[in-house]
C-alpha cells in the first residue's frame, strides 16, 4: 500500500516514524509542511522539514523535542555576544544542515532537492517531501498584531490572543512536483497529529490540495494532536479555543482553510479520527 502522510514537526514526525519502521521506502511519501520555515542569520531554516529528517534519521534530540542529539550551543552563544538575537535556538550541529541547505539553495536547487540531498547525507530512505518548493509564510493575526509564526510561536510563546491565521503566497504557490505525484498515486492518506491551523492548514491552503483529498478515492485517516480536550504539547488546544473552536478531535476535523486565511466554514478533508499525543516544542 502505497501512502501519502500530511506531517508538521514533532506529532507529525513521530507518526512518520512509525510509518516508516513498517513501509518500504517505496511506499510512504512524507508531505511536510513549510509553512512556518524563516531566514535567520542568512541561513534558510526549515523547522519541521528538519524535525521530520532529524527522526526518521535516529538523530533527534528527544529531550528537547526538536534539534539533533547532543546538541550545543557555542556559536549562537557567539552571536549573541555580536549583538545578534538568539531567541531562536540553532544549535551547533543543526547549524550545518541549515548552511548546507541555504547553499544548495543558493546554486539553484529547489527546496525538494535541497530536502532529498539532506536527507540521503543523513540515511533516510524514505521519501520526505516539502508542500512547495515556493515561499510560504505563516502569519498569525493576534491581539498585538500580525506576527510571523517564529515570532509568535518561539519569541513570544504563543502568548498574544489569536484572532486568525493567514498563508502568505499560498494562492501563488503550487505543490512539490513530488507531492503532486503521491498524491496521484497514493492508495491512502494519512493526517499526522500535527496542529491542524499552522501545520496541516498551510499544505491544504495551496492550489488544489484540498479539492485533491476531498476527491480521493481511497482511506482518509486522520491522528489527533488533541487528547482529553487538551494538546499534550504545542499551542493547538489554546489557538483552537481562541478560535472558537471545540478543542477535541471533532474540532480538529473541522478546521480547515478555504483559501489562504483560516476560517470555521470549510471542514478538514476526512473520514476518520482518533487521538494520539504529541511532543515538546522549541524554545
Not at 531567541?87 to 541549515?98: I, M, Q, V
Not at 494532536?225 to 493547538?236: D, E, L, T
Amino acid at each position: 500500500m502505497r501512502l501519502l502522510a500530511i506531517a508538521g514537526g514533532v506529532g507529525g514526525a513521530k507518526l512518520a516514524l512509525g510509518l516508516a519502521r513498517m513501509l518500504p521506502p517505496d511506499d510512504l511519501h512524507v508531505i511536510v509542511n513549510t509553512g512556518d520555515d524563516e531566514v535567520f542569520h542568512g541561513l534558510h531554516v526549515s523547522p519541521d522539514l528538519d524535525t521530520v529528517t532529524y527522526t526518521l534519521a535516529g538523530l533527534a534530540n528527544e529531550e528537547m523535542g526538536w534539534g539533533l542529539a547532543g546538541e550545543s550551543f557555542r556559536a549562537l552563544e557567539a552571536l549573541g555576544r555580536l549583538g545578534a538575537d538568539t531567541w531562536f535556538r540553532l544549535g551547533d550541529l543543526d547549524l550545518a544542515t541549515h548552511i548546507r541547505r541555504t547553499d544548495l539553495l543558493r546554486r539553484g536547487a529547489t527546496l525538494t532537492e535541497a530536502t532529498r540531498e539532506i536527507a540521503s547525507r543523513l540515511g533516510v530512505r524514505h521519501a520526505i517531501v516539502p508542500m512547495s518548493d515556493d515561499p510560504v509564510r505563516t502569519i498569525a493575526l493576534t491581539d498585538e498584531g500580525e506576527l510571523a509564526f517564529q515570532d509568535y510561536f518561539v519569541r513570544r510563546h504563543c502568548e498574544p490572543r489569536i484572532s486568525g491565521v493567514r498563508f502568505d503566497g499560498a494562492e501563488r504557490a503550487a505543490t512539490s512536483p513530488a507531492f503532486t505525484a503521491a498524491l496521484t498515486e497514493a492508495d491512502a492518506i494519512v493526517f499526522c497529529p500535527s496542529n491542524p491551523l499552522v501545520s496541516v492548514d498551510p499544505i491544504l491552503a495551496l492550489p488544489g490540495v484540498r479539492a485533491a483529498i476531498e476527491g480521493f478515492n481511497g482511506p482518509r485517516i486522520g491522528v489527533s494532536p488533541i487528547v482529553g480536550g487538551a494538546a499534550v504539547k504545542g499551542p493547538a488546544a489554546k489557538m483552537m479555543a481562541e478560535l472558537g473552536e471545540e478543542v477535541s478531535c471533532v474540532g480538529v476535523c473541522s478546521t480547515g482553510s478555504s483559501s489562504t486565511r483560516w476560517t470555521r466554514r470549510t471542514p478538514m478533508p476526512s473520514r476518520g479520527w482518533a487521538s494520539a499525543p504529541t511532543s515538546p516544542t522549541r524554545s
